[in-house]
Nanobody
């Protein structure tokens, strides 16, 4: 079992930046492919970004490509999402997730989830 805890959310103006972190509880963090999802009010949870076990491969939703960067530090059991050029439509609860399938973009492929953290972008 892997426990995931997100941090770094908050309120930011449009055009600003935020950096989300996800701390994993186990030293086997490097055994898991990781992803970020988000859920806006009244909408379904959607895929944002994914990264391979080594960190050498990444995959992004079109809505965040070129603005968000996913990365990981396996030595520190940490996943990061750098979010730049934020827009009001990026407002959502952001979740990190761990799974087996590399670069998966569907929720069903992930086995472990964090509790989520709020990101609010004001216009």
């Amino acid at each position: 079992q892997v426990q995931l805890v997100e941090s770094g959310g908050g309120l930011v103006q449009a055009g600003g930046s935020l950096r989300l972190s996800c701390a994993a509880s186990r030293r086997t963090f490097s055994s898991y492919a990781m992803g970020w999802f988000r859920q806006a009010p009244g909408k379904e949870r959607e895929f944002a970004a994914a990264i391979s076990r080594s960190g050498g491969s990444t995959y992004y939703a079109d809505s965040v490509k070129g603005r968000f960067t996913i990365s990981r530090d396996n030595a520190k059991n940490t996943l990061t999402l750098q979010m730049n050029s934020l827009r009001p439509e990026d407002t959502a609860v952001y979740y990190c997730a761990a799974g087996i399938r590399t670069l998966a973009a569907t929720m069903e492929e992930y086995d472990y989830w964090g509790q989520g953290i709020q990101v609010t972008v004001s216009s």
